[in-house]
């Protein structure tokens, strides 16, 4: 029932070009206009959502509609746009930044998981002419190596995937053994826990013990630091680093939801119940188990509440949010008899 009601809130917010970044409430702001980030997240939920289901001849629609979106945003060499004016015009250059590494995300799980032919051929068509490029950042790197973890599960000798989810694993790195900070960065950002997923992934996918290891040893780590007494306490939107005192804000829905997918990578790999504890704290956080006791999910609407704050919720339910709430109870119904 929640997720059929997100899903609704999801339709609310795209039209035949794609799907709108921001909501005044539960009303689309049409004047923001899309992102790829954004429509990337959306066609990544409908291709993970499973069939048959009462929603098929609207999801294929927009899955098609999202997945047109995200080729028209590609360059000749690979680069994407990714903000796209209510005009429908480009309002930035092709780049590699985030929106580049979650296309590629996008573009594999819909290779691979999408229920319509036409679509996993032209998805894996158009990873194939990206996953050639290297930024330099590693969130950005880490968000394409999911796309490329993906490609791997069907194609396993795919070598343009092999390198892309290795170099991505190479450039999250290690720390030292023993080190008091043991995470890839001097600091906590966002999307944490894409990077132990990444090399988790690539403890399987690539016969890499080593990073399989460290990527469940970081993600136990994070989960603990990002919690509090009983229930999940996410770095908020500033980050965090050691000495600043917890819990931050503005809490962003989006590091419920990577920890939700990471914990789900997590417990494929070991089948160690714990990491569904971890998956169950996430989906716990949305609804109301977290720092201000306070609901994300809007039961009128079916959309998710941008962010928590010290005074609350945010009022605004824009597809960030929306879209990460599906993705964290998508991840809790597939597991939901191992509990």
Known sequence: MLLDAAFTHLARLSDDTGLFEHACHATPRREHGYCVDD????????????????????????TERYLAFIAHAQSADGRFHNRLGFD???????????????????????????????????????FESSAR????????????????????TAH???????????????????REPGSPWPWPEDRLGYANAVFPEVLIAAGELLLDADAGYHGLELLE??????????????????GWHPGRPRPGYDQQPLEAAALADA????????????????????????LG???????????????????????????????????ALISTLQQALRFASHR
């Open 88 to 126: 429908r015009a480009w309002q930035d250059e092709p780049g590699l930044g985030d929106w580049w590494g979650r296309a590629l995300w996008a573009l594999g799980t819909a290779a691979t998981r999408s229920q319509l032919p036409w679509v996993r051929q032209r998805a894996h068509q158009a």
């Open 39 to 62: 429509v990337a997240r959306g066609l990544i939920v409908l291709c993970r959502q499973p069939g048959p289901h009462h929603h098929a001849e609207s999801f294929d629609a927009i």
């Open 289 to 323: 188990r977290n720092d201000q006791n306070t609901p994300l999910y809007d039961l009128d609407s079916g959309g998710c509440y941008d962010g928590l704050h010290p005074q609350g919720s945010s009022l605004n339910k824009g597809a960030e949010s929306t879209l």
């Open 156 to 174: 396993p000798t795919d070598q343009n995937a092999i390198d892309l989810l290795a170099d991505a694993a190479k450039m999250i790195g290690l």
């Open 263 to 286: 914990c789900a990578r997590a417990f494929e790999v070991s089948r160690d119940v714990r990491w569904l504890a971890g998956l169950e704290r996430a989906v716990d956080w949305f």
């Open 133 to 152: 490029q290297r930024p330099p950042w590693p969130r950005a790197m880490a968000f394409a190596a999911l796309g490329a973890a993906e490609i791997l």
């Open 221 to 238: 780590w994070l989960l603990a630091t990002e919690s509090g007494p009983g229930h999940l306490s996410p770095t908020g939107s500033g």
